[in-house]
């Protein structure tokens, strides 16, 4: 353990690195939880590279898969920020990672995290204005909006991820530098510093509530408009093609909504780690390998695309 003399307090050390005590501390696991997780980060991969190949086909350059292309680079960019560490402690004793390897860790789990809030909300907009507002969809979501929608996201993201990052790391960090997490997240942090953290905390949750809450909100009027739009449509078989158009998307949404929401809005009283970490292991590598499978097999145009992808690949 690596400590440099404090100048906070008097007689106190500050940490200058962390140990990531990771999954569970029974080696005889640590193997199977290498392979298991190495096939979901090489399934991740592969399966958000292929959605971003076969939306680049003229077919499909439409908003719906400009931002599924969007959403699929920020999967492996969030799933390559925690699995390789959490690959390497796996198969090492050595655990820790650096006072600014953790800081940038969280600075970039927090700004792909928040980016995909917004994301997921401009999507949600995306299909309320295909569904709604079909005769003026071309004109509404045209090139120069969906970009600006997508640079919001990510200018959204940066804000955010810059203003709690450093919040966090503000703090003095005395004593212990075991963190009871598989990577540098915000609750297992604070509970390390040797001050008074609550009006950190509070910092800390209104702007989750804010990150959380307004583009959750603006899903769930979207989807409002949507269902009843689709209500009024007469027949069964027309209500069903349309609703399927946004099933995937709304798949999506509930998996990483439900997830993170169970983490960073549960009153501190209800905090477990050991629960903190699977649900954190749904939203940081689960979710990000089960969205390409939600839209290839529930959109029809990306499984024509892909097949037609795979006749060419046979063909040569």
């Not at 990771?22 to 199977?32: A, F, K, Y």
């Not at 560490?85 to 090492?92: G, I, P, T, Y």
């Not at 006072?99 to 789990?109: N, R, T």
């Not at 120069?144 to 790391?169: D, E, I, P």
């Amino acid at each position: 353990m690596k400590y440099l003399e404090g100048s906070r307090r008097e007689n106190s050390t500050t940490v200058t690195e962390f140990i990531l005590v990771g999954l569970s501390d029974l080696p005889e696991l640590e193997v199977l939880l290498f392979c298991m997780f190495f096939l979901i980060y090489i399934i991740t991969l592969m399966g958000n590279v292929l959605i971003i190949m076969v939306t680049v086909n003229p077919s499909l350059c439409t908003p719906m898969y400009f931002f599924l292309r969007v959403l699929s680079f920020l999967d492996i960019c969030t799933t390559s920020v925690i699995v390789p560490k959490m690959l390497e402690n796996f198969l090492s004793k050595d655990r820790s990672i650096s006072y600014m390897g953790c800081a940038a860790q969280m600075y970039f789990l927090l700004f792909l995290g928040a980016s995909e809030c917004f994301l997921l909300a401009a999507m949600a907009y995306d299909r309320y204005v295909a569904i709604c507002n079909p005769l003026r969809y071309t004109a509404i979501m045209n090139r120069k909006v969906c970009l600006l929608l997508a640079v919001f996201s990510w200018f959204s993201g940066n804000l955010v991820s810059m203003v709690q990052t450093a919040w966090v790391f503000t703090l003095p960090f005395c004593g212990s530098n075991r963190i009871n997490y598989f990577f540098c997240d915000i609750p297992p942090l604070i509970k390390l510093s040797c001050i008074d953290t609550s009006l950190y905390e509070m910092q800390a949750m209104t702007t989750t509530v804010l990150v959380i809450f307004i583009p959750f909100s603006l899903i769930l009027v979207s989807y409002i408009r949507i269902i009843s739009t689709i209500m009024r449509i007469t027949s069964a078989e027309g209500r069903h093609k349309t609703f399927s158009t946004c099933s995937s998307h709304l798949m999506v949404v509930t998996l990483y909504y439900g997830s993170g929401s169970l983490i960073y809005l549960r009153p501190k009283s209800s905090y477990s780690p050991e629960s903190n970490k699977v649900l954190a292991l749904m939203y940081t590598t689960i979710t990000p390998m089960l969205n390409p499978i939600i839209y290839s097999l529930r959109n029809k145009e990306v499984k024509g695309a892909l097949r037609r992808e795979k006749m060419k690949v046979i063909s040569h």
